[in-house]
Each structure stands twice: as C-alpha cells, then as structure tokens.
C-alpha cells in the first residue's frame, strides 16, 4: 500500500495534476477570440504603412480610396490627433529617462518601416485593402539609424531631435572596489556577446474591436490582450471618457507572452475610428503587420568580463549592455525594463560582491522593443553562464565543479544580490545535484569523448538561474505607471450551492482558470467541478494587475485563497446559526457542513445556500448572511519572489555544417509550491522551446535601410516539433513564507536559461576546433564562421 | 491580407482549359494545389482577374509505365509522389526528394505539375526533374510538344512554358540496372526550402562511371547541373579521390547569388560537404 500524502486529504486540490476545464472547448473549436467576433454595424480598418525607416510626411492624397465601394472612413493622423491625447513611455524610477510623445498615427514623420500611416475603414477588410493601395503619401526620406554604435555616434542623425539625441536612459551600477579586484585576479575572462532581436509569433495576432456607443458615451472594446484594466484606464485617460463607460473585454487569447500588454498605435486607432464612425470597428492584424508592428524583444550587445582567484572563486563581474528599443520607449511600461534586468540580474546565482555595470538604451528606426517572456533574464544568464563555462575551461575546472564551488549556498538566505536585489530563499545547490543525477552527467562525458574519437561532435552546456516573480508595486506603480501589482476576487455562492470566482488575474492559455479554481475548491471546501472561474472582463471582474511578469499563480492565487477563507467564515457563520452550533466546531468537505472534530456531515452547502436566499425567515433574527465576498490581496513582504534552478542541454554539432541536433534539454526549477504539476510542466516546456527559437532560430532581420527583410513565417523561423529535443523536468519545492499558498512564478523559467544552456552546449561542441561563438541566434554561418570553415 | 477579388472557372478538359485562358488574355492564371499560388494572391504579390482551377481534369492525372518512360500527371500531389510503388521504383530520386517538400498539409494538396511550373529555384522537383534527365510535355491550343530538362528552366520563376500552356505530364526515363542515385538537402527545419540541396545519377559499367548528372539547388536562379564536377568523373570508378577531385570542382560550378545571411562561401562549402556525402553514398551502395 502506498503512503498518504497531503493530496489525499479531502478537496485536495493544490498540488495535483488536474487537466484544464478549457481545453476541451477550445480543441472542439469552441474557442471565441476576438477575430470571431461580428458585432452588428460592424466595419473593418486597412491601414496604409510606411515602405520607409525614416522620412517626412510631405503629403496625402486619399482622395481616390474616398470614392472607392464600400468605404466609410479614411483618416490620418491629424484626425486621431483631435481625439486623442499624446503618450509618453517614461518611468520615474528610470532617472533621467526619454521618450518622445506618440499618437495613434503619426501627423509629420515616420520612424520606422511598416509603421501605419493612414487607416481606411470599410465594410470589409477587402475591400479596406483595396481602397488602402490608391492612397498616395508622398515620403521626404531622412537618415535612418539602424546600427547599435551609429545610433549614439557623434553627429549621427538623432530621430527626435528635441530629445537632444539617440539615448532614452543611461544607467550604472558599482558597488565599487570592481577596478581593484580585476586588477590582482588570478584569471580574467572576456567575451562580446550579441542578442539579435526576435518576437513573439502568437498563434493569434494582434486583434481588436472598438465599439462607441455616443448615446450613452459607452466605450466597449473587445481586446485580445493579457491586461484589460491598464488598457481601460489607456483608453478612458487618452480619450476623455469616464472609466466607469469604458469596459474592456478579454475573450479566448491564442497567446501573448508579454506581446499583448502593450500600447500599440493601431489599436488606440481603433478605438479614434470607431468615436468618429459611432459604429464598431475591428482590426486584425495579419503575420506581415504582427512582424512589423508587434514589439520586438531583447537586441543588446553585451562585453562583459569576470575576475577570478587561483581557487576558482568568482571576484568580480564588469559588464556594459547596450539595448536598441526602436524610436520610442513603449508604453505604459517602457522599453528600459529589460535593460534594467539585464544589468541587474548578471551573475544573481553566485556569491560575489564587486560588480559594475553601464546600461545604454538608445534609440534608432525599427519597431518597438519591450517586454517578451523573461525580460532580460536570457541575456543575463547567457552572459554570467558562458563567461563561468569559460572560467572553468582556464582553471581546468568542470563545468559543475565551477559552480558548486560559487553559487550562493542554500543555507545562506535571506541574503542581497551585489545589485540590490533581496532573495528569501533559493536552492541552486539542490537543484544542481538533482540535475547532475537527472542529466547521468559523468556517463554523457564519457559518452562524449568516445564519439569525438568517431568524428561525432557532441555538446553539453548547463544554466543557472534566477527568475523574478510576484512583482510588487517596486515594479510599475512606483515610476508612476497606472498598472496594479495588487488582485481582486468575487466568490459567490449560488442558490444551489455551486460558486462563481471573479477574478482580476486573466487566462491567455497558461491556465490561470484552472489553477484559480483548484486554490477556491481547496480552500472553500467544494468540488472543483461546482466552481466556474470568470475572468477577463472589466465590468464584473474587480480591478487588478491581470497577468504579467509571472504573477498569475502567487499573486492571483492568495488572492482567491484569502477570499476563499472568507467566504467559508462566512458559510460557517451562517451555517453554525442554523445547526445551532459554534462555527468553530464546523468545516466544509466536498460541499458539505461537517463536524470538524467527528468529520460527520451535518448538511449541504446547497442545504445553505436554499435557506438563505429562500428562507432568510426561518434564520435566527439578526442574521444577514454574506455568501459573496469581494477580497483584494497586495503583495507586501519581498519586493519579489525569486526562484531559481539549472538547465541542462545536449547537442550534436554537424561540424561541417553548422546544423545542430538538440538532442534533450532537463530543467530543474524552484518555482515554491507547485499547485498543478502538469501546468508548471507545460509552462516551462513552452518556455524552453522559446529560448531554444532565439538560440537557434529567431531573430527579426534588418537591411542596413532599417526594412524588416524576413517578415514572414517562410523566413522567420519559430522552432517546430521536429526540431525539439525531449524535455525532462525536475523540482525543488522551496514555498515563499510571504503568502499562505506559498506559490512563486514560473512562466518565465524555461525561456530564462535554455539559450543559455544552448550556447554553452555549442560552445563545449566546439571546444576541440578551437571555435567559440557568443552571438544568439546561433546560426549555421554563425558556427561555420567560428569554426573558420568560411 | 485579402486576396483581391477574381473570377473562377473550372474546366474540365484540356481543350476546356485552353479555351478559358486564351478568352482571358494575360490577366489569367491556371492553378492547380494552390499552394505556391494562393499565398502569393494572399500577399497582393499577384492578382490575376481569372483563376482556372485545372484541378479536376482527368487528363492531367495518373502515374504509368511507357515503355521506358514513366509517366507522372501534372496533377500528381507531393503526398502521392512520397507513397506511389513506381516512382519509387522508375523515378528514385522523386521518392526520396518528396520527404523533404514541405509539410503533409502543403504535400497533400501541392502538385509535381504545380512545383515545376512555378519553378522555385529552391524547389526539391524541378531540380529532381533535371537530375532524371525527365522530358516535360506540354499544350497548347496548337498541339503538344516535349521539352527536355535541360532546356526548360530557363531563368527565376521562369520556364519554357508559354502563357497560356499547360505541363500535362512529366516523363521520366526509367532506372537502369547500372544506375546509383542519392538525394540529400541541408536546411535549418525540416520541410523548409534547403540552404542546398543535391541529388546525384550516375550509371556505372563495368565499375566504372559512364554517366553522371549532379543536380544542385538553391544555389542560383535555377536548378543547377555541376557540370565539372560530373565530366571529371566519367571513366572513373568512384574512389576516395576521384570524390575529392568532384568536390574540389562543385565550387566553380556554382554561382550562388549574394545573401547576407547565407553568403555564396557557405553555399559553395556547403554544396562540397553534401557532394562529397552523396558521391560517397553512391560508393558504398557500389562495394
Ligand atoms: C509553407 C510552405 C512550404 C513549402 N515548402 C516547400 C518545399 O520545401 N519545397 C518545395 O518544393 N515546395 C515547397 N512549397 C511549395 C509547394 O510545393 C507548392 O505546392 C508547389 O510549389 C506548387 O504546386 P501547386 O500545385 O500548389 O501549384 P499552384 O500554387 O496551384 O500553382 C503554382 C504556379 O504554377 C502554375 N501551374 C500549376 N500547375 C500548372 C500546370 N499543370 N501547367 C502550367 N502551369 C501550372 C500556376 O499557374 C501557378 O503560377 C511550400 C509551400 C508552402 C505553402
């Protein structure tokens, strides 16, 4: 007979593996996103772009799309610009940060290719496209800024030029004593490291309706975004209607990784062209216009060095970032957030104490760049890893030897990162044993160096890191961004004793739903099947950050735990007046009222539920029973949670071609309390195949004219099947003690340290050539290049 | 994007077709899987006023031995091409390029016809075509007439066939007793258009090679033969130098054009390493 364990307690629910209740409609193509959507009146918009990087807007001719059959509306920038009021992508807490101000469609100039000029609405999008090619904008070309160097050259063209030139945000950090300590190390090592820009390839694009109601000066867009309630409070500030009149709804989301949450120029459009129509308007965009349009991410060049004694420890870490964003910094949560955690986030796994750094995010004429699953994380941990993997090759030391000797030891917390950083408790050291064991390390070493004998060249790179989760407000609120860090909950119970949970965390495919439900059927007391979880919508569901940064579980998940216990008082109170009995001396299990101390049931929640909303008369006077309860949960221990863990991956190297055969990539991850196994599984495994896209696969390509020359799916390439290794997948439970549920973030782990992992594969591949590469993606030219072959 | 709007006819005879397009003027076009064709329509890249959906002729259909020849219909689909017992016995080199075209989406619905009509000088069947020696049969509403390979793709995109033609078949000279053959492409995913690709007849006598076409693409604006490559191996019996000596001539046969991320050096090493595979394939069949 096996053991018990928790899970088999009643109602147990946190901790199991229960299949998400939405798959099942969306696989019988249930699914309602928002390009399903026909609203009644409804009109479609084209939009006319820009061939050109950089150039004034001379004139516009639309004359002939006026008169062409089935268009209602053609309008420029000029004419959003009297509806709609500027924005500016700055953050306080960035000092000294800049960004010029935009509107929906640009009134004097364009600044970068593809950027939408002029929209056309019709009553098709056919024929929106047909009216759209006889629009005539007459371009004045300026110089473009493309490169990462001439974008902060003297004299090169500077693209808002009240700015005073291309930098939006210059940062340090030095805890000092850098220069002392580089001078005196044993062994110094140093690498240039390039990250191409790549996005993020939702399998939904961008989509948006827009319907203004000029009777009741009622705003309703329906929005395929992550965050319905920071573009609510958008939509409401830039356009001048009360909030209460402005509702923003979230239906089925095919993906958005962080791609979904930001302001973009076409869909504030939108919402401009359907004021002036008083009809419905809808914009889709299609895989041309998501490549062109969408935001970028990542884009740094990186030279970064470490110090090191003759024992192997790590000293000192110096490291200049410098990040291209585009012409502007995004809004509302800037394009300086990735930088910021670049240059914060190097070397966070290991001891060390003297670290400096220099962050430059400058600007130039490509689309915007922000934030994308794991902002930041993959370039700081592709840097310290492989700068690490090359402290060990100079000290003759393994690649685990090196790191168990300088990863922050487990019994060391709480403790502060030389950046600022403050961890509660991490477990690299257990997560590096477990991976160890998972990996057969010793055996694929051995494995390695007698294929390399028959001319097989095989890889094996390994990836610490550290992930932040459960942002507090230290993250938006206080650089004065409108964008919560706290979440609200409505649990209802029904009069048949079912319960509703409206919650401000959103569901975009991750499934927040179903975690949300198992964390109320846990905590109230019912089977998880009476629970329906709403979300998206922000006319029933209270106000709340929704989903970003890997908050969903342990900030949206107390949430609904905290108003879970809430609720049950609640029950037992009025339960206990009817049984005449203490309500301490009750508890719920499986919708029951039972005897806490004998687990004897007493009566149903239904039972309950009946005779409060039906027979309030036979209740003792005085009793007014609260079967609602509305509870908003704002994280305030930590300013965030970290996790951490180790990746590992192996890879065969063709060295006469550059093509690489992933051949299976382990994770062992610490994401604290795991409420569903399978979905923390499949999140890091989304994850992984993400960072494996940039290591490998994905990067946005630009002409030296600033023109996107792969904006397509034949060209771009997003990692496929096919090319995915196997993904095994470890844990270390390491529960914060900010919260009841104990939860951290996990979204983001996978992509934070695959590439990091990968580049350190290919470079232990080629380790016997002589070649090393540290440019992501790694292309076959990439590797033929290093390996001298051309 | 939308396709503009356009008209559709759908014959159901050659003659029927023919007709069609010439009423039509230029401004028509025959399309048979769609699978090249509509995504150029979806991208505004081409908006003919007529698609003639050529799909349901019978005439252009069936797989059939003649004599020494096989005879492949136009409208034969990739997912045909993979499984079909006597292409993959009379003409090898399609079976083992056909794993490597696309995906089993596009494969069920694109066409050979289709592939080598459109001509994508990074296409797995046309280059295939040349390699077979095939002869591609063509009509007009003047009658038919038989192009071979080596005289049919002519420039990117661009072939013998004239506006209004229609490639009713192709016909493949069957494998002989003496004949070798290997297929291979290196490209970044599988069922993505090759970085290279290469496939290699030879036809051996006594041990010693007669005859030999090496067929490269995506290496230039067609599919490519290497033809120094091929002469230096005539007579020869294929031995470690005589691959060497093939390899060191494939650069010069090959005039990739300039890409940035794909320079013409890496096709060229690239085109070295996949002949050298191939020919040493073919000699291991050989011992
Ligand atoms: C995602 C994707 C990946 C692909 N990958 C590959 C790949 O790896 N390798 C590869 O080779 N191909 C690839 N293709 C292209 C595919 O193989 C096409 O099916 C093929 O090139 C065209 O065949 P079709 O029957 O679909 O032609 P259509 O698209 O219908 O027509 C193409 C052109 O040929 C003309 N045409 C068609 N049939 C005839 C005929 N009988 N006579 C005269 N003219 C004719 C049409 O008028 C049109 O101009 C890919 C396609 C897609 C969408």
């Known amino acids: 007979m096996n053991a018990l364990t928790s899970l088999d307690r009643p ?15 969306l696989l019988a193509g249930r699914g309602r996103y928002v390009t399903d959507f026909v609203l009644p009146r409804m009109l479609h918009v084209a939009y006319v772009r820009s061939p050109y990087a950089h150039a004034r807007i001379v004139s516009i001719d639309a004359q002939a799309a006026r008169e062409m059959p089935g268009v209602k509306l053609v309008a420029t920038g000029q004419d959003l610009a009297r509806l709609c009021t500027p924005w500016v992508g700055t953050m306080d807490h960035f000092k000294g940060m800049k960004s010029p101000p935009q509107l929906p469609l640009p009134v004097d100039k364009v600044v970068w290719s593809g950027q939408a000029v002029v929209a056309v609405v019709a009553d098709t999008r056919a024929l929106a496209e047909d009216a759209a090619e006889t629009v005539a904008i007459e371009f004045d070309e300026l110089p473009v800024v493309v490169d990462i160097d001439a974008a902060r050259m003297p004299g090169s063209p500077v693209i808002s030029p009240e700015l005073g030139s291309n930098l939006c945000f210059h940062g340090k950090i030095d805890t000092g004593g850098v220069d002392d300590v580089f001078a005196n190390a044993a062994h110094i090592v140093e690498e240039e490291f390039h990250f191409g820009r790549h996005t993020a390839v939702t399998m939904e ?15 309703t867009v329906h929005h395929a975004t992550q965050t319905p309630y920071q573009f609510q409070d958008i939509y409401s500030r830039h356009y001048g209607i009360p909030e209460s009149r402005v509702r923003v709804i979230a239906p089925d989301i095919g993906g958005s990784f962080g791609m979904k949450l930001h302001m973009y120029h076409e869909d504030m459009a939108v ?144 403790c502060t990162s030389p950046t600022g950083y403050q961890f509660e408790a991490l477990s690299h050291h257990a997560c590096l044993a477990k991976l160890r064991q998972m990996m057969d390390y010793d055996r694929l070493r051995a494995e390695q160096a007698q294929l390399r004998s028959k001319g097989i060249h095989r890889g094996i790179g390994i990836a610490t890191f550290v992930e932040i989760t459960n942002p507090g407000p230290a993250f938006y609120g206080v650089g004065g961004a409108r964008i919560s860090s706290q979440d609200g909950a409505i649990i209802k119970i029904t009069p048949s004793g079912d319960v509703r949970c409206l919650i401000s965390v959103t569901e975009l495919g991750q499934g927040t739903e179903t975690i949300i439900g198992q964390i109320v059927a846990e905590h109230l007391g019912v089977d998880r099947n009476r629970i329906k979880v709403i ?29 879970a216990l809430k609720l049950k008082a609640n029950v037992l109170s009025v339960a206990g007046a009817i049984l005449q009995e203490a309500s301490e001396k009750l508890d719920i299990q499986n919708g029951w009222i039972i005897d806490a101390a004998t687990m004897h049931p007493r009566v149903e929640l239904a039972e309950i539920a009946r005779i409060v909303y039906f027979r309030s008369d036979t209740l003792p006077p005085g009793t007014q029973a609260q079967l609602s309860v509305t509870h908003h949960y704002a994280p305030q221990g930590y300013p965030f949670a970290f996790t951490n863990g180790v990746q590992g991956c192996h890879l065969e190297l063709d060295v006469e071609t550059g093509l690489v055969n992933i051949l299976k990539v382990w994770v062992v991850e610490d994401c604290g309390r795991i409420i569903n196994p399978l979905l923390v599984d499949e999140q890091i495994r989304g994850g992984v195949v993400q960072g494996l896209g940039a290591a490998f696969f994905e990067e946005c390509a630009y002409g030296d004219n600033g023109q996107l020359t792969n904006g397509s799916l034949a060209d771009y390439l997003v990692p496929m099947a096919v090319e995915m290794p196997d993904i095994e997948i470890g844990h270390v439970e390491t529960p914060t003690l900010d919260t009841q549920l104990g939860a951290k973030g996990v979204g983001e782990a996978g992509t934070a340290a695959a590439s990091a992992a990968a580049l350190n594969a290919v470079n232990d591949a080629m380790a016997p050539f002589g070649g090393s590469i540290a440019q992501l993606p790694m292309t076959p030219a990439r590797i033929l290049k290093a390996l001298g072959h051309i | 994007m939308k396709a503009r709007a356009f008209s559709y006819a759908r014959p159901s005879t050659v003659m029927e077709a023919l007709e069609t397009f010439a009423d039509a003027g230029e401004d028509a076009s025959y399309v048979a899987g769609g699978q090249s064709l509509v995504p150029a329509l979806a991208l505004r890249l081409q908006a003919p006023q007529l698609l003639i959906d050529i799909a349901h002729i019978e005439a252009l259909r069936g797989v059939e031995l003649q004599g020494g020849w096989l005879r492949i219909g136009a409208l034969t689909r990739h997912c045909e091409v993979l499984t079909d017992p006597l292409i993959a016995r009379h003409a090898p080199l399609y079976h083992a390029a056909a794993p490597h075209v696309a995906h089993p989406a596009i494969r069920n619905r694109g066409t050979i016809g289709g592939s080598i009509s459109h001509s994508d000088p990074a296409s797995e069947f046309p280059a295939m075509t040349l390699a077979m020696g095939a ?38 000279p069957v494998i002989r007793p003496g004949h070798r053959w290997a297929f291979h492409e290196f490209a970044r995913r599988r069922g993505d258009y090759a970085l290279v690709g290469c496939g290699v007849l030879a036809e051996f006598s006594d041990g010693l090679i007669e005859q030999a076409r090496i067929v490269f693409f995506s290496v230039g604006n067609t599919p490519l033969r290497a033809r120094q490559a091929e002469q230096c191996l005539i007579g ?37 390493v996949l002949l050298g595979r191939l020919l040493g394939q073919i000699m291991r069949q050989d011992s």
């Open chain 1, 11 to 25: 109602n147990s629910y946190i901790g199991r593996s229960v299949p998400r209740p939405n798959a099942k409609r």
């Open chain 1, 205 to 219: 694009p961008r989509a948006i309706i827009a319907d203004y109601d000029a009777s009741e000066q009622q705003l």
């Open chain 1, 271 to 414: 919402v401009g062209l359907s004021i002036m129509l008083g009809r419905p308007v809808k914009y889709v965009a299609d895989r041309i216009e998501s490549f062109v349009s969408d935001i970028h991410a990542r884009d740094h060049r990186v030279r970064a060095r470490m110090a090191v004694d003759a024992d192997g420890e790590i000293l000192a870490m110096d490291v200049e970032d410098v990040t291209a964003i585009g012409a502007f910094s995004a809004y509302p949560r800037t394009s300086v957030v990735e930088g910021n955690q670049v240059y914060r986030l190097m070397g966070a796994p290991y001891t060390f104490r003297n670290y400096r750094a220099d962050l430059q995010v400058v600007f130039q004429n490509k689309v915007q760049m922000s934030q994308y699953r794991a902002v930041g994380h993959p370039i700081a941990c592709a840097v310290t890893e492989r700068l690490v993997d090359m402290i060990a090759a100079k000290t003759a030391r393994d690649v685990f030897e090196i790191r168990s000797g300088n990863l922050i030891p487990d019994d060391a917390y709480p």
């Open chain 1, 535 to 563: 979300t998206g919508d922000t006319e029933t569901t209270p106000h709340g950050g929704a989903t970003y940064a890997c908050r969903g579980a342990g900030i949206g998940g107390e949430t609904a735990l905290q108003a």
């Open chain 2, 135 to 172: 002869e591609l049969e063509l009509v007009s509403r003047t009658g038919t007439r038989r192009v071979a390979a080596d005289d049919f793709f002519i420039d990117l995109f661009q072939t013998a066939i004239e506006p209004g033609e229609l490639l009713v078949a192709i016909h493949v």
């Open chain 2, 236 to 272: 020869k019996r294929l031995d470690e130098a005589a691959v060497a000596a093939a390899q060191a001539l494939v650069g010069g046969d090959l005039d990739p054009p300039e890409d940035e991320h794909v320079p013409p050096a890496m096709k060229r090493h690239l085109a070295r």
